[in-house]
């Protein structure tokens, strides 16, 4: 069947963001459960505004999807530091980006931007919390609320603390800056049960991806973003997380805008 009769839906996302290049993903990985949005026809491309899917679905029917299975993501505790452990929602088990499966020697994903002493569990549940619904809300993604950590995918968030030095909450007074919750639910969501990021992983701080600019079937998008799909017209990122001006530490990290890579 053509997929003529489909419609395009443009999500306002940037790619130079990589929580909003994770939310992607993720939105692509759910259009592609859903029988009514027709997956085997539809198509998605990045495109000058944003991530275009061409799908039977209309953008309040992703975003109610959307918005089911992130509050039913879980995070379930290993043993050992805070970072050990593994996602689930209903029958679907992730993984956990926050370790590196590298082959050349990476001891650390990059993926691992929190303090230790931030708990997984925690900060998804308060993000889970504060998540208001779509159909109540008419900028379902661009909804924010303070008080709660950020995943440090998303680089609008934290970037002025880094850059004096500091961290939003460095002096203890939970006095955050706004965090997406849309957003860090969709991009941990999609790092966790959607992609494979440790493939992205170029060192321990640096992780590289691609927009593909020309439709692409559904089922090929964690292998485009990737870039694991040779003479795929595309553009190509690389970014490195950032740490506190007065040290590299371990907490506190965070990816700043994405950089064009040859």
Not at 139 to 149: A, K, V
Not at 162 to 189: M, R
């Amino acid at each position: 069947m053509s997929n003529d009769s489909l419609s395009e839906l443009l999500l306002p996302l940037d790619e130079r963001n990589l929580a909003h290049v994770l939310c992607a993903v993720a939105f692509v990985a759910l259009a592609s459960r859903i029988s009514d949005a027709r997956p085997f026809e539809s198509t998605c491309w990045w495109g000058e505004r944003g991530l275009v899917l061409k799908t039977a679905l209309r953008q309040a029917a992703l975003f109610e999807a959307a918005d089911t299975f992130l509050r039913d993501v879980r995070w379930i505790q290993g043993i050992g530091t805070a970072e050990q452990g593994i996602f689930t929602s209903g029958n679907d088990l992730g993984s956990n980006p926050f370790i590196s499966l590298a082959e050349n020697g990476q001891e650390k994903s990059p993926f691992k931007t929190f303090s230790g002493r931030v708990k997984p569990k925690d900060l998804l549940e308060k993000q889970q919390t504060s998540l208001t619904q779509p159909g109540t809300t008419d900028s379902w993604l661009l909804q924010t609320t303070l008080g709660i950590s950020s995943w440090g995918f998303d680089c609008r968030v934290g970037s002025h603390a880094y850059d004096l030095g500091f961290s939003s909450d460095g002096e203890g007074s939970d006095d955050l800056d706004p965090i997406y919750q849309a957003v860090e639910l969709l991009s941990i969501t999609a790092a966790s049960f959607f992609a494979a990021v440790q493939g992205w992983q170029v060192d321990e701080n640096t992780v590289g991806y691609s927009a593909w600019t020309r439709p692409i079937s559904l089922s090929l998008v964690s292998c485009a973003v990737a870039g694991r799909l040779n003479g795929l017209a595309s553009r190509r990122y690389r970014v490195t997380n950032r740490g506190a001006a007065y040290g590299k530490g371990a907490a506190y990290r965070f990816f700043p805008e994405s950089a064009p890579h040859s």
